[in-house]
């Protein structure tokens, strides 16, 4: 009797998200490697190595043709059509776009793995992106056709697009600015806006880009992100107009979280990575924050129960994005 099973493995190239996926089986034949031929034909290792390296590989012949079952080659050569991205394209070769049908073959320059902008932050930890979809790593615009803020209701600001009613939001601009009082019924969020927005917003943001940001001397302020905004403006009141917070969906800075204009160097110290916290290293298999048996500590943490995401980190899981440190939800595509 052969019992079948399906794995995937996430790997992060440096902050973009791979997925490869495989069979694996078990039964009359351990040790032995299947190969698959034809377009499209998938290899199976039976019972092979389950080790990153290791043996056990199998191979197949044709596009698509993948690894299972055994070791999973990270960086390994994979064919045409092989793993299938986020957004909607395809991986070739190892490299993951995201956002093609938005931002072109290239993909999105918010999730490409490159400091598209110069200045020393890579998508997600550049604060001026406000998600995977945007395409634009220099101000809080997200550059996709079509990018506004309607003048009278506003709907999610982070979920890649500014069209009114696919979001079951409807707040008004007059809340975001400050006009209409917060317990004003047109400031009134559902459930369904709160639950669909929250998670795809970034730290020291509210669901519809009025974000904190620090500013150069320590000091926050509280500011519309939008097309003329940037970092570099943000006491431009102009670019970056002054807004009120919504208090009823959004995702508060957190004292050791990454927020817009802050930094790792601006934490407070009882946010630096701590050691021989939980034994001393080496002693019975239990190390020390960033020890060798444990991630690296990043020096920042998230809020909220979400995921601590970064450099030699593990990737986020299927579904998410690492914005400023950590794992959110991807907006739906």
């Given at each position: 009797?052969?019992k079948?099973?399906?794995?995937?493995?996430?790997?992060?190239?440096?902050?973009?998200?791979?997925w490869?996926?495989?069979?694996?089986?078990?039964?009359?034949?351990?040790?032995?490697?299947?190969?698959?031929?034809?377009?499209?034909?998938?290899?199976?290792?039976?019972?092979?190595?389950?080790?990153?390296?290791?043996?056990?590989?199998?191979?197949?012949?044709?596009?698509?043709?993948?690894?299972?079952?055994?070791?999973?080659?990270i960086?390994?050569?994979?064919?045409?059509?092989?793993?299938?991205?986020?957004?909607?394209?395809?991986?070739?070769?190892?490299?993951?776009?995201?956002?093609?049908?938005?931002?072109?073959?290239?993909?999105?320059?918010?999730?490409?793995?490159?400091?598209?902008?110069?200045?020393?932050?890579?998508?997600?930890?550049?604060?001026?992106?406000t998600?995977?979809?945007?395409?634009?790593?220099?101000t809080?615009?997200t550059?996709?056709?079509?990018?506004?803020?309607?003048?009278?209701?506003?709907?999610?600001?982070?979920d890649?697009?500014?069209?009114a009613?696919?979001?079951?939001?409807?707040?008004?601009?007059?809340?975001?600015?400050?006009?209409?009082?917060?317990d004003?019924?047109d400031?009134?969020?559902?459930?369904?806006?709160?639950?669909?927005?929250?998670?795809?917003?970034?730290?020291g943001?509210?669901?519809f880009?009025?974000?904190?940001?620090?500013?150069?001397?320590?000091?926050?302020?509280?500011?519309q992100?939008?097309?003329?905004?940037?970092?570099?403006?943000?006491?431009d009141?102009?670019?970056?107009?002054?807004?009120?917070?919504?208090?009823?969906?959004?995702?508060?800075?957190?004292?050791?979280?990454?927020?817009p204009?802050?930094?790792?160097?601006?934490?407070?110290?009882?946010?630096?990575?701590?050691?021989?916290?939980?034994?001393?290293?080496g002693t019975?298999?239990?190390?020390?924050?960033?020890?060798?048996?444990n991630p690296p500590?990043?020096?920042?943490?998230c809020?909220?129960?979400?995921?601590?995401c970064?450099?030699?980190?593990?990737?986020?899981?299927?579904?998410?994005?690492?914005?400023l440190g950590?794992?959110?939800?991807?907006?739906?595509?």
């Amino acid at each position: 009797m052969t019992k079948a099973s399906f794995g995937c493995l996430a790997v992060l190239v440096p902050l973009c998200l791979v997925w490869a996926c495989g069979s694996s089986s078990e039964g009359d034949n351990p040790g032995g490697n299947a190969a698959g031929e034809g377009s499209g034909a998938t290899a199976a290792s039976t019972a092979g190595s389950d080790s990153l390296g290791g043996e056990g590989n199998a191979a197949g012949n044709g596009s698509g043709a993948s690894s299972a079952g055994g070791s999973i080659n990270i960086g390994g050569t994979t064919g045409t059509g092989g793993t299938t991205s986020i957004g909607g394209t395809t991986n070739t070769g190892g490299t993951t776009v995201i956002g093609t049908e938005l931002c072109g073959d290239a993909g999105c320059t918010c999730s490409n793995g490159l400091d598209d902008d110069e200045d020393g932050l890579v998508d997600g930890f550049d604060a001026e992106c406000t998600g995977p979809f945007d395409n634009d790593e220099a101000t809080f615009a997200t550059g996709i056709p079509g990018d506004n803020r309607d003048p009278k209701w506003q709907d999610c600001f982070f979920d890649g697009n500014s069209g009114a009613g696919d979001d079951h939001c409807r707040y008004a601009t007059g809340c975001l600015t400050g006009e209409l009082d917060q317990d004003h019924p047109d400031c009134e969020l559902s459930k369904a806006c709160i639950d669909y927005c929250a998670p795809q917003t970034p730290n020291g943001c509210d669901c519809f880009g009025c974000c904190t940001v620090q500013l150069a001397d320590g000091t926050n302020l509280d500011i519309q992100t939008g097309t003329a905004c940037s970092l570099d403006k943000a006491e431009d009141d102009t670019a970056c107009p002054v807004c009120v917070k919504s208090d009823q969906c959004g995702n508060n800075c957190g004292t050791c979280e990454l927020c817009p204009g802050k930094t790792v160097d601006d934490l407070p110290e009882e946010c630096s990575p701590s050691t021989g916290t939980g034994g001393a290293p080496g002693t019975g298999g239990t190390t020390g924050m960033g020890g060798s048996d444990n991630p690296p500590d990043p020096g920042y943490t998230c809020d909220n129960g979400l995921t601590v995401c970064g450099p030699d980190l593990p990737a986020c899981a299927v579904g998410k994005y690492c914005s400023l440190g950590c794992c959110l939800n991807l907006p739906p595509r």
